[in-house]
C-alpha cells in the first residue's frame, strides 16, 4: 500500500491524510508503484485521466479541465537528423504544470480541502489559480515581485488572490508557509507529492505516444524538479510492470545563472553545492535551493543521464531557433532546447537514438520577454 514516507528518516504517513511535510518538517515522497499495462488505460479518457490507474489512490471527482495528451512533434534538427519534442506548453493554463495542479487539487478536494496557499514564479501559481477555480476553491498565491506581468494578470483572471513579495524566490514559499494552516492548506507544488503523481503521467503519454515504447533520450528544464522526477516515476513505474525494457536517459537543463543540480550533479555528491546565483531569463528555473535535489540527482544518476548547465546567449539563441520554427515557447522552455544542442554537439547524444525534448511552458506568459530577446538576438 502506499504512503507519504519521509525520505531521510523513512517514518510513513497514510495517504488519507492531507499532508505537504513531515513531523520534521521535509518535504514527503511516494515511491514508485506497480505501474500499468496497456490493457488499462482507460481509452474513453481524453486526458491524462486515462492513466489513472498508476494513481495511488482512487479519485471520486477529479478536476479536470481536459490537461495532457499533449502533441508530440517530430521535428528535423541539425546533428541529430529526426528530433521529438513534447508540446506540454498546449495544457490548459499553458505549461506542463497543469498535470500535477489536476491530480493534486483533486486529491485535496476529495478529502474535504477547499482554500489552498502556493507560492511560485508564475506557472505554478497560474496552473494552481487555474485548477483551483475549475474546482471551486478558494487559492491564495504568494509570487516574487519580479514575476513577469502577463503571468499574474492570469492568475487574478482566474480569481485567485495575489500576494506579491519582494526578495529572492525563497520569501514567496516563506510568506505562504506562515499564513498556511486551519483551513488554508499548503498546496505547493514544490512540497506536495501528489503533484508529482500529475507530473508522472508525462512518462505514460511519451509511452503511449511512441507506440508503447521508451525514448533512449528524455531532456527537461529543471528548476524544482517537478517534470524530470515525474519522468522517472512513470518510467521506473512502467519498467517495474514489464512495459518497457529500460529506463530513457534524463537530462536536467538549467540556465548557468542558477544551475544547482548541474553543480553538484558534476561534484559527484547529491548535497548542495556552493555556485555563483544571478538573474537569469529562464525564470521558471530560478530556484537556488532545491528541496528534492537528492531525489533529483538519484533520478539522473540512474537512468545514466547527465545535466547541462546553459549561458543566457545560448537560451537566447535557442528561444530564437524554436520561435523561428513556429514553437513560440517561453525562455524556461528555450532551455532545454539549447541543452538539445549542446548535447548533440558534444556527441552524449546521437541521431541514432530517439530523443524526446519537453517544452514546458508557452511565450504567451511573458510575450514582451520574449520579443525583446529575439530582437536582441537577431541585432
Keep these: 500500500m502506499a504512503v507519504y514516507l519521509d525520505p531521510v528518516d523513512h517514518t510513513e504517513y497514510p495517504l488519507e491524510?492531507?499532508?505537504?511535510?513531515?513531523?520534521?518538517?521535509?518535504?514527503?515522497?511516494?515511491?514508485?508503484?506497480?505501474?500499468?499495462?496497456?490493457?488499462?488505460?482507460?481509452?474513453?479518457?481524453?486526458?491524462?485521466?486515462?492513466?489513472?490507474?498508476?494513481?495511488?489512490?482512487?479519485?471520486?471527482?477529479?478536476?479536470?479541465?481536459?490537461?495532457?495528451?499533449?502533441?508530440?512533434?517530430?521535428?528535423?534538427w541539425t546533428g541529430l537528423g529526426s528530433v521529438s519534442f513534447k508540446?506540454?506548453?498546449?495544457?490548459?493554463?499553458?505549461?506542463?504544470?497543469?498535470?500535477?495542479?489536476?491530480?493534486?487539487?483533486?486529491?485535496?478536494?476529495?478529502?474535504?480541502?477547499?482554500?489552498?496557499?502556493?507560492?511560485?514564479?508564475?506557472?505554478?501559481?497560474?496552473?494552481?489559480?487555474?485548477?483551483?477555480?475549475?474546482?471551486?476553491?478558494?487559492?491564495?498565491?504568494?509570487?516574487?515581485?519580479?514575476?513577469?506581468?502577463?503571468?499574474?494578470?492570469?492568475?487574478?483572471?482566474?480569481?485567485?488572490?495575489?500576494?506579491?513579495?519582494?526578495?529572492?524566490?525563497?520569501?514567496?514559499?516563506?510568506?505562504?508557509?506562515?499564513?498556511?494552516?486551519?483551513?488554508?492548506?499548503?498546496?505547493?507544488?514544490?512540497?506536495q507529492p501528489f503533484f508529482l503523481q500529475g507530473t508522472k503521467t508525462l512518462a505514460y503519454e511519451l509511452w503511449e505516444d511512441l507506440g508503447f515504447r521508451a525514448p533512449d533520450n528524455v531532456i527537461v528544464p529543471v528548476g524544482a524538479g517537478s517534470s524530470l522526477l515525474g519522468c522517472w516515476l512513470g518510467f521506473r513505474e512502467l519498467l517495474t510492470a514489464g512495459q518497457i525494457?529500460?529506463?530513457?536517459?534524463?537530462?536536467?537543463?538549467?540556465?548557468?545563472?542558477?544551475s544547482p543540480v548541474d553543480a553538484?550533479?558534476?561534484?559527484g555528491t547529491d548535497q548542495p553545492v556552493e555556485r555563483q546565483v544571478a538573474p537569469t531569463v529562464a525564470e521558471g528555473t530560478a530556484i537556488a535551493r532545491p528541496?528534492?535535489?537528492?531525489?533529483?540527482i538519484a533520478a539522473l544518476r540512474e537512468s545514466h543521464g547527465g545535466t547541462v548547465a546553459v549561458p543566457e546567449q545560448e537560451i537566447v539563441r535557442a528561444l530564437d531557433t524554436a520561435c523561428s520554427s513556429g514553437l513560440f515557447i517561453e525562455p524556461t522552455s528555450a532551455s532545454a532546447v539549447a541543452a538539445l544542442t549542446t548535447l548533440a554537439s558534444t556527441g552524449v547524444i546521437d541521431s541514432a537514438e530517439e530523443t524526446v525534448v519537453l517544452l514546458s511552458g508557452s511565450g504567451l506568459k511573458a510575450p514582451t520577454t520574449v520579443a525583446e530577446l529575439i530582437a536582441e538576438a537577431r541585432r
Design 291 to 296: 528541496l528534492r535535489l537528492p531525489q533529483m
Design 17 to 76: 491524510e492531507p499532508r505537504w511535510r513531515s513531523a520534521s518538517h521535509r518535504p514527503l515522497w511516494i515511491d514508485p508503484g506497480p505501474g500499468m499495462a496497456r490493457a488499462e488505460i482507460d481509452s474513453a479518457e481524453g486526458s491524462l485521466w486515462r492513466y489513472r490507474a498508476a494513481l495511488p489512490v482512487e479519485f471520486a471527482d477529479p478536476i479536470s479541465l481536459e490537461e495532457g495528451r499533449t502533441p508530440l512533434l517530430e521535428k528535423e
Design 87 to 191: 508540446l506540454d506548453f498546449l495544457n490548459p493554463t499553458g505549461s506542463f504544470k497543469d498535470r500535477g495542479s489536476s491530480v493534486m487539487l483533486s486529491y485535496l478536494r476529495d478529502r474535504g480541502i477547499a482554500h489552498v496557499l502556493e507560492d511560485s514564479s508564475g506557472n505554478g501559481g497560474s496552473s494552481v489559480a487555474g485548477y483551483g477555480a475549475a474546482g471551486g476553491m478558494r487559492v491564495r498565491i504568494f509570487a516574487p515581485a519580479t514575476t513577469s506581468p502577463a503571468k499574474i494578470a492570469q492568475v487574478r483572471a482566474y480569481g485567485a488572490e495575489v500576494e506579491l513579495v519582494e526578495g529572492p524566490r525563497v520569501e514567496s514559499q516563506n510568506a505562504a508557509i506562515r499564513q498556511s494552516g486551519g483551513e488554508a492548506f499548503y498546496a505547493s507544488h514544490n512540497w
Design 245 to 258: 525494457t529500460r529506463m530513457p536517459r534524463l537530462f536536467a537543463s538549467q540556465p548557468l545563472n542558477c
Design 264 to 267: 553538484s550533479f558534476r561534484a
